[in-house]
């Protein structure tokens, strides 16, 4: 790492003056040595400013000498099934095929099992052995050797894992204690704070690479994710190693890079220690996650659809089914807005689902909800997120109407009859409105509206009737709306739509 050529022209001001300072230091009297003190003191402080708004550290030695202890190597062992043919060979039914076999299973070890191996990093958070690193490192291992950057190896046993995070933590057992790191908080770096990845790139052994932070809270593909983004290089086999900040404390794992070629293009993401340390936590007292569970479909609220709803912004957390389970039993319904969450603002429902996954499972929290223009507190005692996954709502018998048609906002819609419900396997507990067919050049067909849906709210309120839709559509109309919220459900997954109500 580089170090300062030379001293800036500022700095050599600073020093020119501290020169100054010293000289006059010998024929001064008591009063002139107060402020010579004094100025001594400011040249010093402005100093240490300068060198914090400058940032930029000398050099990473010491810190990585520190911190290198506790930076482990992984490497797992995998029976994998032995091959029963030359597949990616040649094709089946080549006239070689019977010749690729027989070279396959020459000495006759053709089917029989064979080992695979994987490396990756990890990173030790307690002197009795508990080792944190990724789930897909270890993901299927039969065996997990740990190789200790002093040189020696222990054998690790699964405590847990926690495949939304990709998280998994492991034990081994030393002869005394070892040397460890702790976990910082990764709310307080911000982008362009200096970080520090340590672990084994592409099977190299303990290796050092640098960078800032480059992005916060990055969403990949999970339900939970917030992710520290770095152009710290971080290639294969850096997976489950620590993002450092400069006081040595973790605050993420390496886990994912961004690439068109596999290797490091300085885009680099880390889970961030404030989601893993609860994991962690849980894997440690439990040996599996309990997240809390409110119960609702939720989506984002579009400006569509705050202003159908005569909401000032778009915020919040849009709730479209309210299944069995806690958020029903605290009275909770389709179209409510949740804009408060055990104290904490939602802003969206990435935010929320969050918030509530981070919730002790059976506390019971205060939920401010928006509904019909007016705010309402409920009192919601959460489940467990893992328990309710899979679990289907009670159906209950519906009336069916009798057929008929309309066109309306560029959708032609009946009333669902029992043959609609058996060729769409639509159950009993749904009711509403068929969209038999939707205008390709109209905004309904531009918001995803499909043939098959089925609209189950208008304005918030259930429409049974094509004249239930058409007076939601005029009170809309008559309260100066714009839009009209409609509540449509595809193959038993609901959404809000709003659409435009000068296309009725």
């Known amino acids: 790492m580089a170090r300062w050529a030379s001293p800036s022209g500022r700095d050599k001001e600073f020093q020119v003056k501290a020169q100054s300072l010293a000289l006059a230091r010998q024929n001064a009297t008591p009063l002139r040595l107060f402020w010579l003190a004094t100025l001594s003191m400011i040249v010093i402080l402005s100093q240490t400013v300068m060198a914090q708004a400058r940032g930029v550290p000398e050099s990473f030695a010491d810190l990585a000498e520190r911190i290198s202890p506790s930076v482990v190597n992984i490497t797992t062992s995998t029976t994998v099934a032995g091959r029963t043919g030359p597949q990616g060979i040649v094709p089946e039914g080549s006239p070689f095929e019977d010749f690729f076999r027989e070279f396959q299973d020459r000495g006759g070890d053709g089917n ?15 002197e009795d052995g508990f080792i944190v690193t990724n789930n897909h490192v270890i993901e299927g291992a039969d065996e997990i050797q740990i190789e200790f950057f002093e040189g020696f190896e222990l054998p690790a046993q699964l405590v847990g894992t926690d495949p939304n995070t990709d998280i998994a933590l492991l034990k081994v057992e030393a002869e005394g204690p070892l040397k460890f790191v702790s976990f910082g908080d990764s709310d307080v770096a911000r982008v362009g704070d200096w970080v520090m990845a340590m672990g084994n790139p592409l099977g190299q052994g303990f290796s050092v690479s640098a960078g800032i932070v480059s992005a916060r809270n990055r969403a990949l593909s999970g339900t939970y994710d917030d992710y520290i983004q770095t152009d710290a290089a971080i290639n294969r086999g850096n997976s489950g190693g620590p993002l450092f900040n400069m006081d040595g404390e973790v605050i993420g794992v390496n886990t994912a890079i961004l690439s068109p070629n596999g290797g490091s293009i300085g885009i680099g993401f880390s889970m961030a220690s404030n989601v893993v340390t609860r994991v962690v936590d849980q894997l440690k007292e439990f040996g599996e996650t309990r997240r809390g569970w409110l119960g609702v479909r939720i989506q984002d609220v579009t400006e569509d659809m705050a202003e159908a709803m005569g909401l000032d912004e778009a915020k919040g957390a849009l709730v479209s089914d309210v299944p069995e389970g806690p958020a029903q039993d605290g009275g909770m319904q389709a179209g409510d807005v949740i804009i408060s969450f055990d104290g904490v603002t939602v802003d969206d429902t990435r935010q929320l689902v969050r918030v ?37 709502p009670a159906a209950a018998p519906a009336t069916p109407e009798e057929p008929s048609s309309m066109d309306l906002m560029g959708l032609t819609l009946s009333p669902l009859t029992p043959e609609m419900r058996a060729e769409g396997d639509v159950p009993d507990s749904i009711e509403g409105l068929a969209v038999l067919d939707v205008d390709e050049t109209s905004p309904a067909f531009e918001k995803g ?44 997954d609901p959404r809000f739509v709003a659409l435009s109500l000068e296309d009725g």
């Open 356 to 392: 509530v996954a981070n919730t002790q499972v059976g506390k019971t929290v205060r939920v401010v909800i928006s509904r019909d223009g007016s705010t309402e507190t409920l009192k919601i005692t959460l489940g467990r997120r893992e328990e309710a996954e899979g679990a289907v």
């Open 112 to 126: 029989r099992p064979r080992r695979s191996s994987a490396l990756g990093s990890g990173f030790v958070i307690s």
């Open 449 to 492: 509206l499909r043939a098959g849906d089925i609209i189950t709210e208008a304005g918030q309120s259930a429409v049974l009737t094509l004249q239930d839709l058409q007076d939601r559509v005029a009170d809309a109309k008559e309260a100066g709306r714009k839009f009209i919220l409609l509540l449509v459900r595809r193959g038993g």
